[in-house]
């Protein structure tokens, strides 16, 4: 019994099954998980570690180096990057992107292992190295604490015991505070008090630190028992660090400490960071979900415990909103299910008047069940509802109706010419159910090649495939059942009660005597298409690529960059000038800077910069109809020139793999430094007049000045002194230097040796800081074991798989593309004149879209492959095959022609777009040649059979096509990310359309030497 049959027979079945699909869609849609964008793995972890008192140099080459080398015996690893710095060195070791969950787990407790094992060969002062393999943690919900009238610990306190009671909501992973600037006990005490009481800084230290000790005791065994021994001593507030006694080695009489210091807790000054939100100082609140959550719920259940809270905060505590992922995940997903709901309209509303009321309802049927049916798979495959998959669903969503209306026109037809109404059923669906699905799978397949690729943007973007290929699978299973048994019982029988030729038409008639004509003049038909195809493949090197557009998102993130060694205060006091002109501007609804600190990850594409009191980060948030791009022109024109030294960056949220800058050229080469630099200047210089850049720059940034104490061993030695008395001094006195802890409940409250502020900044006094030794009761003025000496030194090295690189980054012009600068300049880089021996590579957008591609097309031979096979074993027939195969080109010329007409750039969406074109194509032309085969089958001529079929076929060929491209049209006005796709395949699938119904006819008839 054929497929049709058994649906007409078994017509309760077939109603039962359908409407429990459509019920069970509705609750599983209310189960879905809700995104904004799909999350994707961060294959990165960090390696960090502290070597204080090191510069730059030596890091890289006492700490970097070792852990380095360690860390590339990782069998899973892709790259390694990292910078040192002074006192400090940090690695990024990124794995390859095909290994994710559990293994990856596996892969950070190997790269921990080999991690200590490298800290057996770093030198004792070292700290660390530490792994922190939750680098990719997203910090969705971001609050502001701020509170007018309060003191920043009170604040503190009060978003310390907030982050607590957010950590028991159900669904939170983490709870962080930024933006804390650190608090510190500190004794101030000045040196002229010091020399008078002939009391070495030393003594007040090691007389702190020998009390001040949690240490064992033992125990006592009385009879049965045993008492444990505990001594105090343990600092529990400031007024025990007050009280400490010191010796007076003069008088041998004992000294308090508060005597002859000031004793405070504050905080650190400088500040280690500063944060504030629409100017007031305050700390930031981040919140992390935990993995599978459903970020929308996990927002209401915040909200519900924040109301419970309300009565408990002071007043005058206010919490702000700076960034609320449930509430954007709401608006997009209401975005996108509105055009979704659009597109469906539309495609119903083409059906009705194209095949009247009530074959436009047959056929129409099937869209929103097979929706619903979607929905229901994707709940079960653990798919979650965001931009890409709901995005997926209105591309294909014209798709959905192309078998409907197949099987529901051709038994129309067959009813109109007379057939019994059953017959005209089974035969519709017996000829057409194998091509159907045959070119059903082909389409699917057009876009696998996405989910086979085992990268972050392949993760970013693989429901689209899975998705389309659910739907579009459903579809025909409902199209040769339940599209089957209402075309039975519902398509009219004709008017007159006489057989009739459906396609008499004007239009038809038309079609008739074009393909006459083609067919006649089919060799020059087909060089003039050739001819266009190729002009097509000219013109797309006209078309801009991109990687990934920015997102569409009513924020944007300054980066104000001092040069390095500027003072945290210095970069606080001009992000606030910043910061009252964004206020005043009409379109800005809220800033927040953090200072010393970029913003932490709240948004999964962004990369957070490192820590640096050079460096201040301000989120701003836009009123939402506001032109952001005009706001960010704003911003650019008032900061153009306006503070001197700074390097200031204003940038949109992007979508895809994150990059730093969209234009990179990296300069690698075991060389000098200072050569390295030279280099890297000359290109920067040299991108720097490109028209297409704008601020150019490069990692490594400006060197800083230090001041080398040149410490003469011989006379130290004669004074009783080492370089390490000296270097402890002078960082007791200007790098207020930890001398022990103070514990306040969780709190660890570093003790800090502080010198007043009029001696730390006169510089002029530094020679004549008293050096003491260990062994002696005589201080030795430090110009007299020691010369200073002014230096310029690097304060960031950064290496790329152990190779000193550096990264000269900048930014685009607006209507500049990446690629597009990459392609023009890459010729000019061997005509430069630079040293042998480096290595140069572009990286940014440019790179990160080439590697995107490469993963995705290295499977597209695979892909075709396979859809040559089901070709094959659908006709049966080589001749058949590469009739439809050679249908593939022609979506070009409309691609080509829509990106240039409506200015849409050539990106990895589009790309994505006009591989799925094919599908759609080869789809349309499998249905063609199917008939012209049944029509000689029957008997007919080859010529004749080609007409036939191609009029028998142009209705469903058309209005399949017209149901896609209209279909797309709420996707191409939803915004940067959907349009160049939905441009793409609407405009390709138009050409492809009309030129098919010609090419196939002629293609077939040459490669069947039809008659003329």
Do not use: C
């Amino acid at each position: 019994m054929s497929i049709g049959g058994w649906s007409l027979a078994r017509a309760r079945l077939i109603v039962f099954a359908t409407v429990l699909i459509g019920l069970s869609g509705l609750w599983a849609y209310g189960q879905l998980g809700q995104l904004e964008d799909p999350d994707f793995t961060i294959h990165t972890a960090l390696v960090q570690a502290e070597y204080p008192g090191a510069r730059a140099e030596r890091v890289e080459a006492e700490v970097t180096e070792v852990l380095e080398r360690h860390i590339q015996q990782l069998e899973e690893l892709e790259e390694i990057e990292s910078v040192s710095r002074d006192g400090d060195v940090v690695i990024y070791v990124d794995v390859d992107e095909r290994y994710s969950g559990a293994r990856l787990r596996q892969i950070w407790d190997e790269l921990n292992k080999k991690v200590q094992r490298a800290s057996l060969e770093l030198p004792n002062e070292v700290r660390g190295p530490v792994v922190d393999d939750d680098y990719g943690d997203v910090f969705g919900l971001l609050y502001a604490v701020t509170g007018e009238g309060y003191s920043l610990r009170k604040i503190d306190d009060y978003a310390d015991e907030l982050r607590r009671e957010l950590l028991r909501v159900p669904g939170v992973a983490r709870a962080e505070l930024f933006g804390r600037q650190g608090e510190r006990i500190f004794i101030e005490i000045s040196r002229e008090r010091l020399s008078a009481l002939n009391l070495h800084p030393g003594q007040i230290a090691e007389t702190l630190q020998r009390q001040n000790v949690v240490a064992p005791a033992g125990a006592i065994d009385l009879d049965d028992h045993r008492v444990g021994l505990f001594v105090s001593g343990t600092f529990d507030s400031v007024e025990d660090v007050r009280g400490l006694s010191i010796r007076n080695p003069e008088t041998d009489e004992r000294i308090y400490l508060r005597d002859i210091a000031d004793v405070r807790r504050g905080f650190a000054d400088p500040p280690e960071r500063v944060f504030r939100h629409d100017g007031e100082p305050g700390v930031a609140l981040g919140i992390s979900p935990a993995p599978g959550t459903n970020v929308v719920e996990l927002g209401e259940r915040i909200e519900q415990r924040l109301a419970e809270l309300e009565h408990d905060r002071p007043v005058g505590m206010t919490l702000h909103t700076v960034n609320d992922q449930p509430e954007t995940v709401r608006g997009a997903i209401a975005e996108f299910v509105t055009n979704l709901a659009t597109a469906v309209v539309i495609v119903l509303a083409v059906l009705l008047i194209a095949l009247g009321w009530r074959t436009g309802l047959i056929v129409g049927a099937g869209v929103p069940l097979t929706i619903l049916g979607t929905f229901l798979v994707m709940w079960v495959t653990g798919i979650d509802l965001h931009r890409v998959s709901l995005g997926a669903l209105i591309v294909v969503l014209g798709m959905l109706v192309d078998n409907a209306i197949v099987v529901a026109e051709l038994t129309m037809t067959r009813i109109q010419r007379g057939v019994e109404r059953a017959k005209a059923a089974r035969q519709a669906v017996s000829e057409t159910a194998i091509p159907l699905l045959i070119g059903t799978a082909i389409a699917a397949l057009a876009f696998s090649p996405i989910s086979f690729t085992p990268s972050a943007v392949g993760e970013f973007t693989s429901s689209l495939f899975w998705v389309v290929a659910f739907a579009l699978g459903l579809s025909w299973i409902l199209a040769v059942t339940f599209t089957t048994l209402l075309a039975y019982r519902f398509l009219p029988a004709p008017t007159s009660g006489e057989a009739r030729d459906p396609h008499d038409t004007l239009w038809h008639r038309a079609y008739r005597r074009a393909l006459g004509g083609m067919l006649r003049y089919r060799t020059t038909s087909l060089i003039t298409v050739l001819l266009v195809v190729a002009i097509a493949v000219a013109a797309f090197t006209l078309v801009p690529r991109i990687f990934f557009p920015a997102a569409d998102r009513d924020q944007f993130l300054i980066d104000h960059w001092r040069s390095e060694g500027t003072r945290i205060e210095a970069v606080a006091d001009e992000t606030a000038r910043l910061e009252a002109f964004l206020r005043e501007h009409d379109d800005v609804a809220r800033v927040t800077t953090f200072v010393g600190e970029g913003a932490p990850r709240f948004y999964l594409p962004m990369i957070p910069e490192l820590p640096n009191p050079a460096y201040a980060q301000l989120l701003v948030g836009t009123e939402p109809d506001s032109d952001l791009d005009a706001v960010m022109a704003d911003v650019r024109d008032w900061l153009d020139g306006r503070f001197a030294d700074a390097q200031p960056r204003v940038r949109p949220m992007m979508l895809g793999d994150p990059v730093r800058y969209p234009v990179e050229l990296r300069v690698a080469g075991p060389r000098d430094h200072a050569e390295l630099r030279q280099v890297a200047e000359e290109l920067r210089d040299w991108l720097a007049g490109q028209p297409e850049t704008a601020g150019t720059r490069h990692n490594w940034r400006q060197q800083a000045l230090s001041l080398d104490v040149e410490v003469d061993q011989e006379r130290a030695r004669a004074a009783g002194l080492s370089s390490a008395e000296v270097a402890e001094t002078l960082e007791m006195a200007y790098d207020d230097g930890p001398i022990g802890v103070l514990i306040d409940g969780d709190r660890h409250l570093p003790i800090h040796w502080y010198l007043p502020e009029v001696e730390r900044g006169d510089l002029s006094r530094l020679d004549t800081l008293e050096i003491w030794p260990r062994d002696s009761e005589r201080p030795v003025p430090l110009r007299q074991v020691a010369n200073l000496k002014p230096a310029w030194e690097e304060r960031s090295i950064w290496r790329q798989d152990r190779v000193p690189t550096v990264t000269v980054q900048a930014d685009l012009v607006p209507g500049a593309t990446a690629e597009g600068l990459v392609a023009r300049l890459d010729p000019q880089l061997d005509e430069l004149d630079l040293p042998s021996g480096l290595e140069l590579a572009w990286g940014g957008e440019a790179e990160a879209s080439w590697e995107a591609r490469a993963d995705v097309l290295i499977f597209v031979p695979l892909v075709l492959a396979v859809m040559a096979l089901l070709l094959v074993a659908q006709f049966n027939s080589l001749r058949d095959a590469t009739v439809v195969a050679l249908t593939v080109p022609l979506g070009l010329i409309g691609v080509v022609a829509g990106l240039l007409l409506f200015r849409q750039p050539f990106g990895f969406i589009a790309l994505l777009g006009a591989m799925s074109l094919a599908g759609m194509l080869i789809r349309n032309a499998i249905v063609l040649v199917e008939q012209i085969r049944l029509n000689r089958a029957d008997g007919m001529a080859t010529h004749p059979a080609i007409v036939e079929a191609g009029v028998g076929r142009m209705r469903p060929v058309l209005l399949t096509a017209a149901t896609t491209i209209l279909g797309m049209i709420p996707l191409a006005l939803s915004g940067p990310f959907w349009a160049p796709m939905a441009t793409a395949v609407m405009s390709g699938l138009a050409f492809g359309t009309i030129l098919i119904l010609g090419v196939v006819p002629v293609l077939y008839a040459l490669l069947h030497r039809a008659e003329r």
